[in-house]
C-alpha cells in the first residue's frame, strides 16, 4: 500500500488526477471504474483541464462506474448517470458505447447485475479502479457485512448511507432504498485501486480500513489485502492515522 497524504482536498484531487493522466497517457487504452460522490468532483475537473489542454484523450478509455441507485431515471438530477456526465463525460472525448453505468431501471434487476458482470468481464476487466469511501467504510454500496466474494448485486442502503446522500437529493426520504453496486469481488479484481478521502469525517474510517483488521464490518478494510493500491487522503482524512 502506498499513502499520499496532500495537504489540501484540492492538492488531493491533483493528486489523484495526476496518477490516473499518467497512465491514460502510458495506456491509452485502459479501462477505469470510476465512483461518483463529492470527492470525486475535485479529481474529474482536474482530468477535465488536462483534457482540455490535451494532455490526455479518452477516446480509447472504457469505464465503468461502480454503482446506481435502484428506481431512480438516468435524467434524474441526483442520479449517478447524471453526475457522471456533469462532472466528467460531457466535458471529454469518451466514446458513448464505451460508458457503462449498471441500470437502476432495468425490469429485471438480477439480470442487470448478471450482464454487468460480463460487460466487466467481456472488457478484460478493469485496470484502474477509482474509489471513495462511506463514514461506515463502504466502497461502492458495499454496506458492512457485505461478503467480499460478492459480485454486482443490489443492495438495501442503510441509513447512515442515505442520510450522508440526502444532499444531493434534497431530503432524505427522496433517497431511493436501493442501488445496484459491483461487488467487493469485482473491485478486489481490479489491476489497481486507487482511494481517496477527504475531511475529518473520514479520520476514524481511513484508520479503521487502512490500519485496523480486515473485517466485512469494514468494507474497505478488504484493500489492505489488495497488492496494488494508493490511498490519496488529505492531512484531515489522515489525522487519525497511528
Ligand atoms: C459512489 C460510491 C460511494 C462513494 C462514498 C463516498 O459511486 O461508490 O462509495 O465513494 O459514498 O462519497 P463522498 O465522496 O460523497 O463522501
Known sequence: ???????????????????ISDRLIKYPDTTLGLATGGTMIGPYRYLVQMYERGIISFKSVVTFNLDEYVGIEASHPASFHH??????????????QNVHIPDGMANDIQAECKRYDCAIKEHGGIDLQILGIGLNGHI?????????????????????????????????EDVPKQAVTMGIKNIMQSRSIILMASGEAKA?????ALTGPVTQRVPASVLQLHPQLTVILDRQAASSMP
Open 83 to 96: 453526475f457522471m456526465y456533469e462532472h466528467l463525460f460531457e466535458h471529454i472525448d469518451i466514446l458513448p
Open 204 to 208: 476514524d474510517i481511513i484508520a479503521k
Open 1 to 19: 500500500m502506498r499513502i499520499y497524504v496532500a495537504d489540501t482536498e484540492d492538492e488531493m484531487a491533483y493528486h489523484a488526477a495526476g496518477v
Open 140 to 172: 461502492g454500496f458495499n454496506e458492512p457485512g457485505t461478503p467480499f466474494g460478492t459480485t454486482t448485486h443490489v443492495v438495501d442502503l442503510t441509513e447512515t448511507t442515505r442520510a450522508a446522500n440526502a444532499r444531493f437529493f434534497g431530503s432524505v
